[in-house]
Nanobody
Framework: QVQLVESGGGLVQPGGSLRLSCAAS????????LAWYRQAPGKQRELVAV???????NYIDPVKGRFTISRDNAKNTVDLQMNTLMPEDTAVYYC??????????WGQGTQVTVSS
């Protein structure tokens, strides 16, 4: 059974930091493209950051310079370090693992709220 379990969300003040972690099981983790998405209230889910099996990384413009995605294939985890958080970062954050022939999987999501 495939499971992606996110942790690390919470309430933080503007300018603060959070570190999200996603632990995967049931898949050959190292061959998957890993990503973090987010969905704010009333908006569509959007890609935030992606890291390929080879370690190539991309971010959407609003988070460049503030967020860092990383993967640990030995621990089957993918993290998202979020610094200088802003109210517009408030959303449910989802972990995603995708492979062109083996399918895609989602975590259950973790709430991040940035508010004073």
């Amino acid at each position: 059974q495939v499971q992606l379990v996110e942790s690390g969300g919470g309430l933080v003040q503007p300018g603060g930091s959070l570190r999200l972690s996603c632990a995967a099981s049931g898949i050959p983790f190292s061959i998957y493209v890993l990503a973090w998405y987010r969905q704010a209230p009333g908006k569509q889910r959007e890609l935030v950051a992606v890291i390929t099996r080879g370690g190539v990384i991309n971010y959407i413009d609003p988070v460049k310079g503030r967020f860092t995605i990383s993967r640990d294939n030995a621990k089957n985890t993918v993290d998202l370090q979020m610094n200088t958080l802003m109210p517009e970062d408030t959303a449910v954050y989802y972990c995603n693992a995708a492979h062109p022939t083996m399918g895609a999987y989602w975590g259950q999501g973790t709430q991040v709220t940035v508010s004073s």
